[in-house]
């Protein structure tokens, strides 16, 4: 148990459909990462906050995805109508601030999502 | 980004070492290496990380080249627990860390 934690674990909706994934950092943590991880594949970057500030976001994410992260604690992962391509394991990382190559960052255990 | 190389895959028997290899030719002089390793059906794990020296923790020892351009991950002992993808990946030092991963290096374990 990295101490991030995730939920729902799995998710399985209908194509059209919304759905919302949370994620809980390290308390201290103030930075806070999306990614997306596709079968057979490394996880890809979805999008960066530090404290509440969103401050970088992937090609990848589309209109369909929002994130927020209200008072800089836990975050919310929102995809609006759902896709079969949006079948993916969702995964959440944190990490302190500080001189950005030196931190590591802590994974949750994901939100594996399924699309029918 | 910089880029790194790694073999696919990599057998090892359990209680022996593992060498696991990375190169990074196009390496600036600000970016740390760092190793993650993602068990089945787990998130990724953050195994070590460095940036000239080599270091150890208690997971893993980190053989960094004198020129940079490769690296080694070291595993004492595996242990049929270790098998897993490890990625090897280049976090620059900007405002932004956000980690890019490759394929990595599937390490088997043979008990």
């Known amino acids: 148990d990295t101490g991030v934690s995730q939920d729902p674990r799995h998710k399985i909706t209908k194509r059209g459909q919304n759905v919302t994934f949370r994620c809980d950092p390290i308390?201290?943590?103030?930075?806070l990462y999306w990614y997306r991880q596709t079968l057979g594949q490394g996880p890809e970057f979805l999008t960066y906050f530090q404290n509440e500030a969103q401050l970088e976001k992937s090609r990848l994410l589309s209109d369909r995805f929002s994130a927020e992260r209200p008072k800089g604690s836990f975050s919310t992962l929102e995809i609006q109508r759902t896709e079969q391509g949006d079948s993916a394991m969702y995964l959440c990382?944190?990490?302190?601030?500080?001189?950005?190559?030196?931190?590591?960052?802590?994974f949750g255990p994901g939100t594996r999502l399924t699309v029918t | 980004d910089a880029k790194t190389t790694q073999p696919n895959s990599m057998e090892s028997n359990e209680e022996e070492p593992v060498h696991l290899p990375c190169n990074h030719s196009?390496?600036?002089?600000?970016?740390?290496i760092h190793w993650y390793r993602q068990l089945p059906s787990q998130g990724p794990e953050y195994v070590i990380h460095g940036l000239t020296s080599n270091v150890n923790n208690r997971m893993a020892s980190l053989a960094i080249a004198e020129d940079r351009k490769s690296s080694t991950l070291i595993l004492h002992r595996a242990t049929l627990r270790d098998a897993a993808v490890y990625y090897c990946i280049l976090l620059y030092t900007g405002a932004n860390s956000k980690l890019t991963f490759g394929k990595g290096i599937t390490l088997s374990v043979r008990p």
């Open positions: 308390s201290e943590h103030n930075r």
């Open positions: 196009t390496i600036s002089g600000t970016d740390y």
């Open positions: 990382a944190s990490s302190l601030g500080g001189t950005s190559g030196s931190r590591e960052q802590y």
